[in-house]
């Protein structure tokens, strides 16, 4: 089965620190995506990437940042984690329309 | 810009009852469009999709078919169970906005019943 691998299902942190969340994809996808999910807004954008080291804006970059230095793996990084970043982060991949392979989720909790 | 609307929840039905999920969208090209479904405590999984006009996807006794006249995509089963409850998402792609990423709705929760 393909698949997408989130490394952490359920972190805390505290205010202040410094977070990555890992993702690893094993299908040779050129693009890989950042969202994160809240309740009642549904998924939201934060930042995609179509190549390695290459990486575009989504919707809500603001306080986040990524890494990606091999195909295969695509890092989410909060440099300094706040309260309203509490939420669940989805990581995906796909393969132009062939649809988004999704990870099973991280949800941080930053007190 | 593209934008993808879907029915507001949650919906709660019986077991066996008929559902249906309305979708509709906006889009600069010609679309592929998408259902997924997540699963209490998981992440999502693609359901089904559709490539162009008048195409039927289906799959888990789920179906949509891609109304480019109307700009819909209706998720539709004949006889829900307790294990369909989960949040569904309707999504495009969009190739023709030279974007990679898929446009998606809020999500509808469906509750079913015993």
């Known amino acids: 089965d393909v698949k997408v691998t989130q490394s952490s299902r359920y972190l805390v942190k505290r205010t202040g620190e410094k977070v990555f969340l890992e993702c690893v994809q094993d299908?040779?996808?050129?693009?890989m995506f950042w969202y994160r999910q809240d309740p009642g807004l549904g998924l939201r954008l934060i930042y995609f990437?179509?190549?390695?080291?290459?990486?575009e804006k989504g919707d809500i970059p603001e306080g986040y940042s990524v890494s990606r230095e091999k195909k295969e793996r695509f890092s989410l990084i909060l440099e300094s984690a706040s309260t309203n970043q509490t939420s669940m982060y989805l990581c995906?991949?796909?393969?132009?329309?062939?649809?988004?392979?999704f990870g099973e989720g991280s949800r941080l909790t930053v007190l | 810009g593209n934008s993808v609307t879907q029915m507001e929840g949650p919906v709660t039905l019986s077991e066996e009852a008929f559902l249906t999920i309305n979708c509709t969208y906006t889009a600069t090209g010609y679309p592929s469009l998408f259902w997924y479904v997540q699963y209490p405590g998981e992440g999502l999984q693609l359901l089904l999709k559709?490539?162009?006009?008048?195409d039927k996807g289906s799959n888990k006794g789920f179906e949509a078919t891609y109304r480019k006249e109307t700009t819909s995509f209706h998720l539709e089963k004949g006889s829900v169970q307790v294990s369909d409850s989960a949040v569904y998402f309707c999504a495009l792609y969009d190739s023709g906005a030279g974007s990679y990423q898929l446009t998606f709705g809020k999500g509808t929760k469906l509750s079913v019943i015993p």
């Open positions: 299908m040779d996808h050129e693009n």
């Open positions: 990437s179509y190549d390695v080291k290459m990486k």
């Open positions: 559709a490539t162009k006009a008048d």
């Open positions: 995906a991949s796909s393969l132009s329309d062939r649809g988004v392979v």
